[in-house]
């Protein structure tokens, strides 16, 4: 009979002085249920007045919890959220968690200065000074273009005072050059009037004389025109306009003999055909020697230009 009855029992003492004697099972997050010696479970009252087998842990004294966690351990973790740990405990358990940040070797930091000092002290820096040093006599170059001003005074200057020099030209107006004005026709003087041819002796005088045989003149060379930057914009839209005849293949007799002479930054070239055209720059056909080469002239390097015939000078 005592190996049949129950094999384990504990008293309980519940904070409504109520007490319990049996065995805790069927522990849950709401709580626990008791087995009685006797046989059944064990029922407590809730607050609402209703009845129920599962007894709350909170109604279990703080001994009982700790009893309950310590015997069971799949009843610990529904237990432990409702044990009180002393201030004492939480001290040490809290200075247990407490991470030790160790220092680690870090690098010294250079001593404060300029930004120039600093690309001074480096090869890094004086390479990159370097660079920009000959991105800006490069672009007193592209100024010098821009402005019609000498190349060799403008990337002098910006050697000497960088970064400034090109600035002060690029401020400054575009320098025209003025064509030589046009020379005019001078009014042909009225040919001299044929003398009467003599009548000779014996014949009746009639009105029929024979005129003198003149050679014929040699055809007149137009005059050039000349178009400098400053009093026409280089374009697309300019060549198309003033010189559409130079763009086809085969060109009409009025504009057979007629070349254009383009003065720009790189020389002086002689163009007999525009062969391609963009918004930026243009490829014109020019002789040399036996053959013809095509070459390409940005709009913005291009001084001047000149309509001639291929006789004149």
Sequence with gaps: MLLAGPTRADTFQLNDGQILVGEAVSPDERG??????????????????????????????????????????????????????????????KKKREITVKPVPRLERPPAGSL???LFSSSVGLAILFIL????????????????????????????????????????PTRVKFAEAETTWASAEPPAAAAPAEQVPGQ??????????????????????????????FNRRFFE??????????RRDTE????????????????QRIS????????????????????IVPFVEIEEIQLKHKSAP
């Design 116 to 118: 120039l000092g600093a």
């Design 204 to 233: 009746p005088a009639t009105g029929l004389a024979l005129a003198a045989h003149d050679e014929p003149e040699a055809p007149a060379i137009p005059l050039a025109k000349t178009f400098a930057r400053g009093e026409f914009t």
């Design 276 to 295: 391609r055209i963009a918004a930026n720059e243009m490829h014109i056909q020019v002789q040399k020697g036996l053959a013809s080469e095509e070459i």
């Design 241 to 250: 306009t003033k010189f559409p005849g130079f763009f086809g293949i085969i």
């Design 32 to 93: 626990v249920r008791i087995r009685l010696a006797e046989g059944g479970y064990a029922e407590v009252k809730l607050p609402d007045g209703s009845a129920t087998q599962t007894v709350p842990w909170t109604k279990f004294s703080q001994a009982d919890l700790k009893k309950i966690a310590a015997t069971n351990p799949k009843t610990a973790a529904f237990v432990e959220p409702f044990i009180e740990v002393p201030p004492d405990e939480k001290a040490k358990e």
């Design 133 to 172: 040093y000959l991105a800006n006599i490069y672009a007193g170059y592209e100024v010098a273009i821009i402005r019609a001003q000498p190349a060799a005074l403008v990337c002098g200057l910006a050697a000497v005072v960088p970064i400034i020099g090109p600035v002060i030209f690029l401020c400054l």
């Design 256 to 271: 057979r003999d007629l070349m254009l002479s383009i003065k720009s930054a790189r020389g002086l070239h002689v163009a």
